[in-house]
């Protein structure tokens, strides 16, 4: 098997978003914008409730999807398919905006610790316009694998032969939350060709011998295997990998298109009140 080296390693930035939401991003910032199918990498930690109490009101997407995973606290989720999700700490939600949903994200707490990240993944052009999709998982729903000095979560994808509960049909998406104890390693097996990359978010991990700090995204090179091991305090990481789409990305804030054209049909939707195209299902009409 052919390890993957760390290619890049990407330093979150500070910023906030939604309504005033303190959040570090490392994808889709200046030292990388994409990393195809992967747009954007968001992580919110804080036990200051005024860095999420005003939380993300009602706002649109367009054209990918968001994929949602809390490790602390507890946020409601509201959107115009009629979904209501209940996001608790180790619990993820899938969504597929694809032709256009409106949605907030809101915190069910006033205060304690708030953790979490948020990835949104491109959808190829031939599914960008169809109808939105929803998927949600409870904590205990999410496997988990345990080994000497290992615990991974299997959100998506698959390891030593679980399979995460994640479907995601369109670019293959593997999402592992994995913890190692201090000097522990693991091997993680990735589809060769697939875009993969590690968010280490507590303690130190190394990738083919280069050290990724706390709230470094590492891309990995090419290769059919990730080789991690942890530092003296022990890592906990995300790993992410997928495959890319090879299209014309247009980004424009909420909407992710394959052209400029799209972009502008996508706000001149949004501002006529026609981005959502679809919602819940109507009443049934009684007959005359
Ligand atoms: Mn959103």
Do not use: C
Request: aromatic share 6%; charged share 20%.
């Amino acid at each position: 098997m052919t390890p993957r080296t760390l290619r890049q390693v990407i330093p979150a930035l500070d910023t906030s978003d939604g309504a005033g939401v303190s959040l570090r991003r490392s994808l889709g910032t200046p030292a990388l914008r994409q990393l195809d199918p992967f747009l954007m990498l968001d992580h919110f930690s804080s036990d200051n409730p005024d860095d999420y109490i005003a939380g993300f009101p009602d706002h649109p997407h367009r054209g990918f999807v968001t994929l949602t995973y809390m490790l602390d606290g507890h946020m409601e989720h509201r959107d115009s398919l009629g979904n209501r999700g209940d996001l608790r700490a180790g619990g993820a939600q899938w969504m597929k905006a694809a032709s256009g949903v409106i949605h907030s994200e809101m915190p069910r707490q006033t205060q304690g610790l708030m953790r979490g990240f948020q990835l949104w993944v491109n959808l190829p052009a031939r599914e960008k316009m169809t109808e939105p999709a929803y998927q949600e998982f409870a904590p205990e729903a999410i496997p988990e694998v345990r080994a000497e000095g290992i615990t991974v979560r299997v959100l998506a994808g698959e390891y030593a032969g679980t399979r995460g509960v994640i479907d995601d049909p369109h670019t293959h998406v593997h999402y592992l939350d994995v913890a190692l104890v201090p000097g522990a390693r693991i091997e993680l097996p990735l589809p060769a060709g697939h875009a993969a990359l590690i968010y280490n978010f507590q303690g130190r991990a190394e990738v083919a011998g280069q050290t990724l700090p706390p709230h470094g995204l590492g891309v990995l090179g090419d290769g059919d295997l990730a080789v991690v091991s942890a530092g003296s305090e022990g890592a906990r990481f995300i790993l992410v990998a997928g495959r890319p789409l090879g299209e014309p990305v247009v980004q424009y804030g909420p909407f992710v298109m394959n052209t400029r054209e799209e972009i502008d049909q996508a706000f001149a939707d949004y501002r006529a009140g026609r981005l959502v195209q679809s919602g819940p299902a109507p009443a049934q009409a009684s007959l005359p």
